[in-house]
Antibody, heavy 127, light 110 residues
Framework: QVQLQESGPGLVKPSETLSLTCTVSGGSISSSNYYWGWIRQPPGKGLEWIGNIYYSGSTYYNPSLKSRVTISVDTSKNQFSLKLSSVTAADTAVYYC???????????????????WGQGTLVTVSS | QSVLTQPPSVSAAPGQKVTISCSGGSSNIANNDVSWYQQLPGTAPKLLIYDNNLRPSGIPDRFSGSRSGSSATLGITGLQTGDEADYYCGTWDSILSAGVFGGGTKLTVL
């Protein structure tokens, strides 16, 4: 059974960089046909896809966040990470990491779904 | 403003059936598979339906999915109070080259 666990600071100051790590257990992050993704949910609002990464380092990012987002992978630790720069109060949200099951080629991913999720971690942006 | 459109809320009585719609376009639902997620209060989303109409192991057959053209539908029969949750549809948008979700639908079992 694959399990994911987010970790990182729960409070970030405006204009600083939000950094989170997701640790994967019960399976290898280097498995083929799986990407690893970040999704966030502002309080009382819906889900927003942030981006995905393959174990090789190939990434897809939400166009609205692309200029501020970096997702990286560390296969030796079975972890992947999120960095979001220049944060504002609008970035306050529960951040989830999840396994993204899909076949991706070029700019498209086919049969996409997030089949395993972490429990989520609340990150508040405030001075 | 979500790329995929869902009704904000639906409601039905215990034991009844409800459907939740998810409307998109040619760059997403019309040409890619749809998944559905259930988010119980205070918990992480859980995959409910994948590839339009397939259920992961452990999901009861009271939950079903379908896709036609640029729309998808989640159906729930034999409603239980434990089904009260937010439901989200999701897929990939080939123009955005990005994953997209619907805005979510809150199900109330009266």
């Amino acid at each position: 059974q694959v399990q994911l666990q987010e970790s990182g600071p729960g409070l970030v100051k405006p204009s600083e960089t939000l950094s989170l790590t997701c640790t994967v257990s019960g399976g290898s992050i280097s498995s083929s046909n799986y990407y690893w993704g970040w999704i966030r949910q502002p309080p009382g609002k819906g889900l927003e896809w942030i981006g995905n990464i393959y174990y090789s380092g190939s990434t897809y990012y939400n166009p609205s966040l692309k200029s501020r987002v970096t997702i990286s992978v560390d296969t030796s630790k079975n972890q992947f990470s999120l960095k979001l720069s220049s944060v504002t109060a609008a970035d306050t949200a529960v951040y989830y990491c999840a396994r993204f099951s899909a076949y991706c080629s070029g700019g498209s991913c086919y049969s996409p779904d997030f089949d395993y999720w972490g429990q989520g971690t609340l990150v508040t942006v405030s001075s | 403003q979500s790329v995929l459109t869902q009704p904000p809320s639906v409601s039905a009585a215990p034991g009844q059936k409800v459907t939740i719609s998810c409307s998109g376009g040619s760059s997403n639902i019309a040409n890619n598979d749809v998944s559905w997620y259930q988010q119980l209060p205070g918990t992480a989303p859980k995959l409910l339906i994948y590839d339009n109409n397939l259920r992961p192991s452990g999901i009861p057959d009271r939950f079903s999915g379908s896709r036609s053209g640029s729309s998808a539908t989640l159906g729930i029969t034999g409603l239980q109070t434990g089904d009260e949750a937010d439901y989200y549809c999701g897929t990939w948008d080939s123009i955005l080259s990005a994953g997209v979700f619907g805005g979510g639908t809150k199900l109330t079992v009266l």
